[in-house]
């Protein structure tokens, strides 16, 4: 029964149980609609949420921060067999996402997250400087 302005927020599961009144009261409840990534945890969040000079409400249920969109993800690995009999790979990904994001966004924002972590490497001289007499073989 939420109500937003149109074109702006968008409630994803709509089937999302909050409560359940036992009687004729009425409820009056106040959200804070937070974007952010990977998994909060209440006390994580209290300490940010009193850090906050507004809102700063001794009522207020902190929940755990959910920001994932993922919800699934599988790989496979596909033998591709051409016509000069050489034996190539191919991957294939299956993403299933909650609809705020596409599979291809997630794709795209996963691989951009992998390089910012490995680019760094590529200009380090003494990643590459490593001799052999110091990498174990197994």
Same mark, same amino acid.
């Given at each position: ?23 004729? =009261?009425?409820? @009056? ?12 945890l209440?006390? %994580?969040?209290? &300490? $940010? ?21 993922i ?18 790979? =191919?991957?294939? @990904? ?14 795209? %924002?996963?691989? &951009? $997250? ?15 400087s ?9």
């Amino acid at each position: 029964m939420f109500q937003f302005p149109k074109n702006t927020i968008q409630i994803l599961n709509p089937n999302q149980y909050i409560g359940t009144l036992i009687d004729t =009261s009425e409820i @009056f409840i106040e959200i804070d609609i937070e974007n952010g990534k990977g998994y909060q945890l209440t006390e %994580e969040r209290r &300490k $940010l949420y009193l850090e906050k000079p507004v809102g700063n409400n001794p009522s207020t249920l902190i929940i755990d921060g959910l920001f994932m969109p993922i919800k699934r993800v599988n790989y496979k690995i596909k033998l591709i067999h051409d016509t000069k009999g050489k034996i190539r790979e =191919s991957l294939l @990904f299956e993403i299933w996402t909650n609809g705020s994001i596409t599979p291809k966004r997630s794709l795209q %924002e996963s691989l &951009k $997250l992998l390089l910012t972590l490995f680019y760094p490497l590529l200009f380090n001289s003494d990643f590459f400087s490593i001799s052999s007499d110091k990498i174990k073989k197994y």
